[in-house]
């Protein structure tokens, strides 16, 4: 059964860090573009950080709210992906998700069930 599961969100101050991380079991990230995505309350669901393939020559994109406070990263020998998002803001108070597939955008096949990240002033 192909799973994508997220854990590590949570509650935490605004300046505080979290770190969320997207196990994923009955596939590999091998190749694969690997994401991760946010819907806020009442907002539509929106990219955060996306590497374009998990090969070494992936490129690797972020949202123009995120860029010099959230990093992804990936353990492709255990099949899981980070988020490290630091000096964080209510404005990042969503779901997130993880997503694996083709493409960045447009082309994710898996997705995680999401987590939750409150982020309080």
């Known amino acids: 059964e192909v799973q994508l599961v997220e854990s590590g969100g949570g509650l935490v101050q605004a300046g505080g860090s979290l770190r969320l991380s997207c196990a994923a079991s009955?596939?590999?990230?091998?190749?694969?573009?690997i994401g991760w995505f946010r819907q806020a309350p009442g907002k539509e669901r929106k990219g955060v950080s996306c590497?374009?393939?998990?090969?070494?020559?992936?490129?690797?994109y972020y949202a123009d709210s995120v860029k010099g406070r959230f990093t992804i990263s990936s353990d492709n020998a255990k099949n899981t992906m980070y988020l490290q998002m630091n000096s964080l803001k209510p404005e990042d108070t969503a779901v997130y998700y993880c997503?694996?597939?083709?493409?960045?955008?447009?082309?994710?096949?898996?997705w995680g069930k999401g987590t939750l990240v409150t982020v309080s002033s």
């Open positions: 997503a694996a597939g083709r493409f960045c955008f447009g082309g994710m096949e898996y």
């Open positions: 009955g596939f590999t990230f091998d190749g694969k573009a």
């Open positions: 590497i374009s393939s998990s090969s070494s020559d992936g490129s690797t």
